[in-house]
């Protein structure tokens, strides 16, 4: 995947691992790794892997405070925005 | 179990975590606050400011800064200005880290708690601030059990941080909330120099000021009627000698209790005398409930000894022969010397115990220790009742 070109959805969309990161960070909006990790029971080498995708694919941002570094869903990319759409859709669906 | 008619009609307003709409008789030191913090809402960053709250116990030196707090939040928020205020008890976080860490929770910062200093931890806090553009006041209530536990260091730390970033805004202000002032002439003098500008100090209360604070604080948690002027007038003569408001609240909130078992429908003289006999000042909720597990035992240890000995005052050695007896019997490994001193001078800081040294009688000089004014056996019966709970 070229920097600024958007994967295909079904790539985005194709691991649950990836899934899963991006509806907690649609709800939190932004968190640091281990939380994620913690929060979506994948491996911090996993995590980071899939963050770096989402990254790539402008879905959320990284962003270092001194050592500290966070991820944030970034709310203003309409890609974003849609995918945020369809999961609130999706979990207001469950019962 | 059906409901039984109370005198209350919201008991909680009487805790002491509610910070009420009004503080009566503080409107001037409100007012002063507001004066020394109207530049962080004019030109926000351009200064950090430090004030100093002094006075004795229920005095109104937590409430008035939180009430502080709030209002100072809300009127930055009517302004666009995303000022926040976290207020931070040092009894219960006695260091930097455990500081920032309330900072991070109350503000739901997303960072790590865990692998990074407190020096790194607050260069990236101030850096997280530039970015969402927040300003902060950090109430440090409590101030004596972090500068007794960490000295200058933390103090430091806070203060001089932001004076590094040359040319960014200043993001943290500090409210230092002590009992005596004589506290900071334990810091070191660079420290010292800047807290030392904005002082409010509260005097105890008078007694028609805490009649005024008791009507207040009747009208927001008692059913109408439900406590007669009477029993106010004599809740504040006996609160009226310390000037202690929160004694006082302590007492009308027990003499609605002793009302309510009655199933009476007014707090009566009687009830409140009740509740006054049951409350010594050195054993209210918040004194004890702050101490830490051998703190509580140290202060059995000392209950424990002087009931035995009948003795006003016990020496250091009696005390720690008591302690590791005490500690022997929950199964703790007793702390040593240096510790348990520092234990004892906490607990004289809270007033739960007095110190004085020797003179006749004993050889040389010694610490001896002692209880303000409350039966040793009550003493005891209430930290005991706190171990089993483990409150």
């Known amino acids: 995947m070229k920097s600024g070109q958007r994967p295909p959805l079904e790539e985005v969309l194709s691991s649950k691992g990836r899934v899963k990161i991006l509806k907690v960070l649609a709800e939190i909006g932004e968190l640091y790794v281990s939380e994620i990790s913690r929060r979506t029971g994948l491996n911090n080498t996993v995590t980071t892997r899939h963050l770096v995708f989402l990254v790539k694919a402008g879905l959320i941002a990284e962003k270092r405070f001194g050592k500290i570094r966070i991820f944030t869903f970034q709310d203003l990319d309409p890609g974003a925005q849609a995918i945020k759409k369809l999961i609130d859709f999706w979990e207001s669906e469950q019962p | ?391």
């Open chain 2, 1 to 391: 179990m059906g409901n039984l008619p109370s005198v209350f009609k919201d008991e909680s307003r009487l805790s002491i975590e509610y910070v009420p709409s009004q503080l009566p008789h503080r409107e001037k030191e409100l007012r002063l606050l507001e004066i020394f913090f109207a530049s962080t809402l004019e030109n926000p960053g351009g200064l950090s400011q430090r004030v100093q709250i002094t006075g004795g116990i229920g005095t109104g030196k937590t409430a008035l800064s939180k009430l502080f707090g709030s209002r100072v939040e809300n009127t930055a928020r009517g302004r666009g200005i995303n000022l926040r205020y976290v207020h931070v008890n040092c009894r219960v976080n006695k260091s930097l880290f455990t500081i920032l860490k309330r900072v991070l929770e109350s503000l739901t910062v997303p960072f790590p708690q865990r692998g990074y200093s407190d020096e790194e931890l607050l260069h990236s806090l101030l850096r997280y601030f530039d970015e969402k553009n927040c300003f902060l006041i950090i109430a440090l209530d409590e101030l004596e059990s972090l500068i007794r536990e960490e000295g200058s260091e933390p103090l430091y730390a806070l203060t001089r941080v932001q004076e590094e970033r040359l040319g960014l805004l200043q993001r943290f202000s500090l409210i230092c909330i002590v009992r005596r002032p004589e506290v900071f002439k334990s810091l070191d003098e660079s420290t010292v120099s800047t807290l030392l500008h904005n002082v409010i100090h509260l005097d105890g209360y008078s007694l028609p000021q805490l009649e005024d604070i008791l009507n207040y604080r009747v009208q927001e948690a008692f059913r109408e009627n439900a406590v007669r002027s009477e029993t106010l007038r004599l809740i504040a003569d006996v609160a009226g000698a310390r000037g202690d408001a929160r004694y006082a609240i302590e007492i009308l909130w027990r003499a609605g209790k002793y009302a309510d078992s009655e199933e009476s429908k007014a707090v009566l003289p009687e009830h409140a005398r009740k509740a006054a006999a049951s409350i010594y000042p050195a054993v209210r909720r918040e004194s004890l409930g702050y101490l830490g597990l051998h703190e509580r035992l140290l202060l059995l240890a000392i209950a424990r000894r002087l009931k035995q000995t009948e003795a006003a005052y016990i020496t250091m050695g009696d005390v720690e022969e008591a302690y590791r007896i005490v500690c022997e019997e929950h199964g703790k490994e007793p702390r040593g010397h240096t510790k348990i001193w520092e234990f004892l001078q906490e607990l004289e800081d809270i007033g739960v115990i007095v110190t004085k040294i020797s003179d006749t009688g004993f050889r040389g000089k010694t610490t001896l220790m002692g209880l303000p004014e409350i039966p040793a056996a009550i003493l005891e019966r209430e930290v005991t009742r706190l171990l089993e709970a483990g409150e």
